[in-house]
């Protein structure tokens, strides 16, 4: 058995490397009005802000469709110099964990918040994959503006994916271990007795997005992939696409390939709150991380939580089912009627379509086909609708256009193929270059996508770009859905490994209340210096505050003395300008962290340690004006012991010390 396993993977993976090779029509896959249709002339915007996973940079980056653009890079997980994000003494909080200060990530999906379920503009929210945690990213900043780890997880890879009105993101282990209230020094080998799934609800408030891990649900020990919500008719329930039902813990590409079948789990959410509500949850002590910013003080504060409700679903009958779908399921998506759900098994030659309606009646008929760890297994021709009959190699992920229409990703075979939800018919396919993983259409995931592109993310180039040594760049692919024929109309290159990625109209997004600057009136820091005529160094023993200004061109001290080998130093910078796009930078010569990045009104902060004596320069490191290179000061170092006096001046020279 285990030898036919691994020629059949062995065969699966022969089709990648062939499909992934260059396509003898390439040269003509684009048609000639194709750069009219994803041009966007100077001075003129894009109809859509693209938000894209950054993979293992543990970023997230901002496009403009149609153009591909990129516009921003928003640091989420992982620490970035650039803009002083893990390097500020504000921001380093943002990265804390129960693992201490972790300053990476793995970044896979994007969700954004909806209404009504549909996208409302306010916040996209992220996974980390590697130290299980949730981000938000408020749209009014474009900004983190909050981070949740995750208990009882180890992976955090089907997640994030959130209700129709955003009321939970919800993320699931993508491996399962033991429970943190038990001992996770066991044999690896005792799989099947001491690892265990959780299922993360978070909630939103409604009015701040403020997170909470509301309960969890603990599962049998298997991987979930990816999820997604139910909505109008099955609001209410979650999908989830699980894999290794052996519950193998080596090998897993033959171990864990075994069956001819997997699962999608199906979750009565709503079912598992009255069960919460009624106070059925066990609380279970753990050690997790909540970081918040504050927009008054310009500074993150990290907290460490301490327990998490959790139901164990093998004690509630009637919140979790199982219903079968064909091997390693990767994608697991709902359409925008929410009855149908279809499942993407990464092995199979057909896709499978659920129906919400017979899933149901499969539940009140009890038609199930025995249980697994206690959780009934619904009879697979119970819940299906239908399946579409070879559509092509390595199904992944589907999303749909509105129009009753869906369009799913094939690995194997490179393409993305376009067929009709209704009677599961082709109707058209195109290639990719090469191998795509996810795919995005603007809004389809909701109850309104719209179908005009789509986005696919390539895992290989090839010869699509200048070649950049041993890896190539990353990839995305704009399509034209709006026509009956998808029509490839620009390639783009991504930073990180793009993953998955979700997109909103323009207007919805800039027309928020978008923030410009910071009213110097309404900054809370507590280092805040709301002119120069307050500007000043004090000490406090070995530690040094600096209250600086900045403002075109100049820094208010510019000359500092008195500094000494084994002070503390801290630069508390406020930029003085009350103008849209007029940041400042601040750096300092043989500072081991990064600069600062302060925008009009806010106040940061770094901590330098002077390791020698010396002259040190500092200077401004964001173009600001014609005086930018003008922008600079002295700090002198003196050695431990010295008697020179704190000092500083500004228009000035230091009065000369003997």
């Not at 409604?206 to 609001?235: C, I, W, Y």
């Not at 390693?328 to 379509?353: N, R, W």
């Not at 770094?606 to 401004?620: N, Q, R, V």
């Not at 005086?627 to 008697?643: D, F, K, T, W």
């Amino acid at each position: 058995m285990k030898l036919i396993q691994s020629t059949s993977i062995a065969a699966v993976i022969s089709a990648a490397a062939l499909f992934s090779c260059k396509p003898k029509s390439t040269g003509s896959a684009v048609s000639g009005d194709a750069a009219a249709k994803a041009y966007v002339a100077p001075g003129k915007y894009d109809e859509f802000y693209n938000f894209v996973s950054g993979g293992f940079s543990g970023q997230m980056s901002v496009y403009g469709l149609p153009s591909g653009r990129l516009l921003r890079v928003i640091p989420v997980f992982s620490v970035d110099p650039e803009k002083g994000w893990g390097y500020s003494e504000e921001t380093k909080p943002m990265l804390n964990t129960s693992h201490g200060f972790v300053p990476w990530d793995d970044l896979h999906h994007t969700e954004m918040s909806q209404t009504n379920g549909e996208i409302d503009g306010k916040w996209v929210f992220a996974n980390g994959n590697n130290t299980p945690r949730l981000a938000r990213i408020d749209l009014k900043t474009f900004k983190t503006a909050e981070i949740i780890e995750l208990p009882n997880s180890a992976g955090n890879h089907s997640s994030p994916y959130g209700t129709e009105n955003s009321e939970y993101i919800v993320a699931g282990t993508r491996f399962s271990v033991p429970s943190d209230e038990d001992n996770g020094d066991v044999p690896i080998n005792s799989y099947k007795k001491n690892f265990k799934g959780h299922i993360s609800f978070v909630s939103v408030a409604k009015e701040t997005g403020e997170m909470k891990v509301a309960f969890q649900l603990k599962t049998p020990g298997v991987n979930f992939d990816l999820a997604r919500a139910g909505k109008g008719k099955s609001h209410g329930w979650f999908f989830f696409s699980c894999y290794n039902t052996e519950q193998a813990s080596t090998l897993l590409e033959v171990n864990a390939s075994q069956k001819d079948k997997d699962f999608i789990m199906a979750v009565n959410w709503k079912k598992a709150e009255e069960y919460i509500k009624a106070g059925k949850g066990k609380k279970v002590k753990t050690k997790y991380a909540h970081n918040t910013w504050n927009e008054a003080t310009h500074t993150a504060t990290s907290k460490m939580e301490e327990e998490v409700l959790v139901l164990d679903v093998k004690e509630f009958k009637d919140i979790v089912y199982f219903i079968p779908c064909p091997k390693s399921p990767h994608g697991c998506d709902v359409d925008p009627t929410g009855e149908y759900i279809v499942g993407s098994g990464k092995l199979a030659a057909l896709i499978p379509v659920f129906s919400f309606d017979k899933i149901q009646q499969s539940i009140a008929a009890k038609s199930y086909d025995g249980d697994y760890e206690g959780i009934p297994v619904i009879k697979y021709e119970s819940a299906l609708y239908g399946e579409v009959k070879k559509p092509g190699l390595g199904p992944l992920h589907t999303e749909f256009d509105g129009r009753g229409n869906a369009y799913t990703s094939f690995f194997v075979s490179s393409e993305v193929v376009k067929w009709n939800i209704k009677d599961l018919k082709v109707l058209d396919r195109v290639p990719t270059y090469y191998s795509v993983g996810h795919l995005s259409i603007p809004g389809g995931n909701t109850k309104k996508p719209n179908g005009k592109y789509l986005v696919a993310y390539n895992k290989i180039t090839k010869d699509r770009y200048l070649p950049t040594g041993p890896e190539l760049a990353q990839s995305a692919q704009l399509y034209d859905i709006s026509g009956d024929k998808m029509q490839l109309i620009l390639d783009y290159p991504t930073i990180g490994e793009p993953h998955y990625a979700q997109s909103a109209p323009a207007d919805i997004i800039r027309n928020n209340g978008q923030l410009k600057l910071y009213k110097l009136s309404d900054n809370k820091h507590p280092y805040v210096t709301q002119g120069e005529a307050n500007a000043k160094v004090t000490r406090e023993g070995n530690k040094v505050h600096v209250y600086m200004t900045s403002i075109r061109s100049h820094f208010a001290p510019d000359n500092i003395e008195g500094i000494k080998v084994g002070d503390e130093v801290y630069f508390h910078v406020t930029n003085l300008e009350q103008d849209w796009d007029v940041p400042h930078g601040f750096a300092i010569k043989g500072a081991d962290n990064a600069e600062l990045l302060i925008m009009p009104g806010e106040t940061t902060t770094l901590k330098w340690l002077p390791k020698k004596p010396g002259m040190f320069p500092m200077y401004c490191t964001d173009f600001c004006s014609a005086l930018h290179q003008e922008m600079q000061g002295y700090i002198r170092v003196s050695p431990a012991g010295s008697n020179v006096p704190l000092s500083f001046s500004l228009g000035k020279p230091v009065p000369e010390t003997k």
